[in-house]
């Protein structure tokens, strides 16, 4: 499986373009939707006035409240820290823009085989493509392009999804079946296929994932916005605070006779340092960088709050087949009734099995090729006369002159043998049970009223799965196998794949029921499906994924959406969401903790003219207030800066409990949000004072 090529978390031309967007989003209408960033924006328009009052007020006005050079410094940095937040900001949606622009390339109007009915026999007009509406039915033949997302109903190609999956390897889509779904902007390679159109001009798949890898139509997930609730409650408190101090300052100067008032451009640095201005620069950023990530893994999120939903999951519904097996049975061995050679018993599996173009049935010709070694039939020499499989039969085989050979589900075969008014072998019926307690599946062959034994079909485990459910439980995920086989089948093969449950003969209500009662317990559940069946509960899911080359209805049914078509995609989805998680918390407890650092710099600094004993509380022994004051601003801004690469690469996410988690986040962010602020506010203070600028 191939991954779209990440681009450079600071390629030269994202920055130019985030540059430029970071500018264009200083509009009030822009500003106002991040309340943090708006009360910054207009403490920045304030200090702004206040520099061009004190440079004119000189000459017009008399003395200025301080400096016009320390209110331009305390201005300009504060436009700063409002352009580093929408720079962090333009680059995650930078990233999903680039990729959004890739998409658009195969987005093109090409001319369609507009069919009458849906035959390939019948009568054609060629039309543009945007002319086609829903149950259109088109003719694609190889080399065109498919016109619009839709579902074959006749033909089977070989179809290249490069375009918009990054695969280079064809696939194989065909009519009826969980692999009729074709997208838009593909291509037929080989044969034909007649598809009926599922969507409307400018609703298509690859119009809703051009809408969602663009960071700007990103909608806020619930926990952002409950986040941004309470650091709009944050910044008003302080915004009340600081509002009340110039009164207060100006009552107790006037009530000591003496000492300074403070001023508004003071008081506007004061408010900004206090304000949770680091998250609040940085957490747009993080919601579009988790997103962006989901993207880099090949997987469309139909909204934020699925991508944060697989953050919290803790229960895992996987199919079993394709997911945790290989997705095809294969023959393993020949188990022949009493009297019967294993070779009779393969001769007559293979003469069965010689038009079964089905996995299991060329794995069964494969199987006695390699221990028999029959090989070489000519199926005209045989006069052979196939008969198909049914659902009603639920056996396929051949007729031949003078034999008649059936195999299928032990049942099927029992009752067919019955009624040509043989008997069914208490042997055989204990072989069956024993290849389904070991996880098997029994396929019985006979020949006329005579059962000859049986095929041991077997899944296979994929490598390494159980190691992956073993990091899952670490995370405290429990998984839950889902197939339609028996109870005794699926043990088996649950217990082989390490899962922690299991659901066995699942049907769509089942499954639906079943995710019903897990989250009325208060869990959030996952589930992958492709077929029209699993839409139900895909729908139910907090998390569903849907594969790309299943059916229209799963596709739509889910909230995520796999271009890679990998079942295991999920374990990756999951340890995404809690990257996404991890990353918020971990920066929200730096911005809160490094708050701390510049109280200590800023109030002793700012009252000093008006209470000169709070210079006491100058522990980081800071040169000047004006010094003191400048220094806590830069920091504040800067360390946006500083935080942007991990805000767009996230924490790393490690499977370990919810405990070390917690302790280890409070040591790295929660302790290094109050030591960086001491060291970085000193070290620019020290340089600012150096360099003789306060």
């Known amino acids: 499986m191939s991954k779209k090529q990440a681009r450079p978390l600071f390629d030269s031309a994202l920055v130019r373009g985030a540059a430029v967007d970071a500018l264009r989003k200083l509009t009030p209408a822009r500003q106002v939707r991040n309340p943090v960033m708006f009360t910054v924006y207009v403490g920045s328009i304030l200090t702004t006035i206040l520099f061009l009052q004190a440079w004119l007020g000189r000459a017009l006005f008399g003395r200025a409240e ?50 009458a009915q849906p035959s390939r026999d019948s009568a054609a007009c060629e039309v543009s493509s945007s002319e086609l509406r829903r149950d259109d039915v088109v003719l694609v033949e190889a080399g065109e392009p498919i016109p ?19 695969e280079s390897a064809p696939v194989i889509r065909e009519a009826g079946g969980d692999r009729s779904a074709v997208t838009g902007g593909t291509r037929v390679l080989s044969d034909w296929l007649v598809v009926r159109v599922t969507s409307d001009p400018g609703e298509t798949f690859l119009d809703r994932m051009i809408s969602m890898v663009e960071g700007a139509k990103r909608k806020k997930t619930p926990n952002e916005i409950a986040l941004n609730i309470l650091l709009a409650a944050l910044t008003l408190v302080f915004l009340v605070v600081c509002a009340t101090l110039l009164p207060y300052s100006a009552y107790s100067v006037t009530q000591a006779g003496q000492g300074r008032v403070i001023g508004l451009a003071v008081l506007a640095a004061l ?21 962006d990530r989901l993207i880099q893994a090949n997987v469309i999120a139909m909204s934020g709050r699925a991508v944060e939903a697989a953050g919290d999951v803790d229960v895992l519904l996987l199919d079993k087949t394709g997911t945790i097996t290989l997705g095809n049975r294969q023959a393993a061995e020949f188990l022949p009734a009493d009297g019967v050679t294993a070779a009779e018993l ?34 005209h020499e045989l006069h052979a006369s196939f008969v198909s499989f049914t659902a009603k039969t639920r056996m396929s085989g051949v007729d031949l002159p003078g034999r008649s050979i059936r195999k299928g589900a032990p049942d099927a075969v029992e009752h067919h043998v019955a009624s040509l008014g043989g008997a069914f072998p208490a042997q055989v019926r204990e072989m069956v049970r024993t290849i389904a307690k070991d996880g098997g599946t029994p396929l019985l062959v006979a020949e006329g009223a005579r059962v000859l034994g049986a095929v041991w079909l077997k899944d296979i485990v994929k490598g390494g799965i159980k190691e992956r459910f073993a990091e899952l439980r670490r995370m405290g995920i429990r998984t839950i196998m889902v197939t339609g086989d028996n109870a005794l089948t699926a043990a088996a093969i649950a217990a082989e794949a390490g899962v922690d449950d299991f659901l066995a003969e699942a049907r769509p209500e089942t499954k639906l029921d079943y995710i019903r009662r897990i989250q009325a317990e208060g869990r959030l559940v996952a589930m992958t499906g492709d077929g029209t069946n699993d839409a139900p509960a895909l729908a139910q899911a907090d998390v569903g994924v849907a594969m790309n080359t299943g059916t229209q209805a799963a596709k739509e049914a889910g909230n995520m959406v796999d271009l890679d078509s990998s079942p295991t995609k999920l374990l990756e989805i999951v340890g995404i969401g809690k990257q996404l998680l991890m990353t918020r918390g ?18 002793p600094a700012a009252f000093a003219g008006t209470y000169p004993a709070l210079g006491a509380l100058n522990v980081m022994g800071l040169k000047t ?11 504040n801004a800067l360390i946006i800066v500083c935080l942007i690469p991990l805000a767009l690469r996230g924490v790393r996410y490690r499977p370990v409990g919810a405990a070390r988690a917690l302790r280890d986040n409070l040591l790295v962010y929660g302790l290094g949000g109050l030591v960086v602020p001491f060291v970085g506010i000193k070290a620019i203070d020290m340089l600012l004072s150096a360099l003789h600028l306060v």
């Open 66 to 115: 301080a400096p016009a050079g320390f209110i331009l410094a305390i201005a300009c940095w504060l436009w700063f820290t409002v352009l580093f937040a929408n720079f962090a900001e333009a680059m995650a949606e930078g990233r999903g823009k680039a990729q959004a622009a890739a998409l658009r390339k195969a987005r093109h109007d090409v001319t369609a085989k507009k069919l």
């Open 148 to 166: 619009c997302d839709g579902e074959v109903v006749e033909g089977v190609a070989s179809v290249d999804e490069s375009a918009i999956t990054g």
């Open 271 to 291: 408010f900004v340092c206090l304000a949770p201005t680091t998250i609040g620069g940085l957490l747009s950023s993080i919601g579009i960088a988790g997103m």
């Open 346 to 379: 393969a001769d007559a599996a293979q003469l069965a099995s010689l038009a079964d173009e089905t996995p299991e049935g060329r794995s069964i010709v494969v199987l006695a090729k390699e221990r028999h070694g029959l090989r070489g039939r000519n199926i």
């Open 586 to 603: 971990a920066l929200t407890t730096f911005s809160i903790s490094n708050d701390v650092a510049k109280y200590f710099a800023i109030i």
């Open 625 to 635: 207030p004006e010094s003191a004051i400048l220094s806590a601003v830069i920091f």
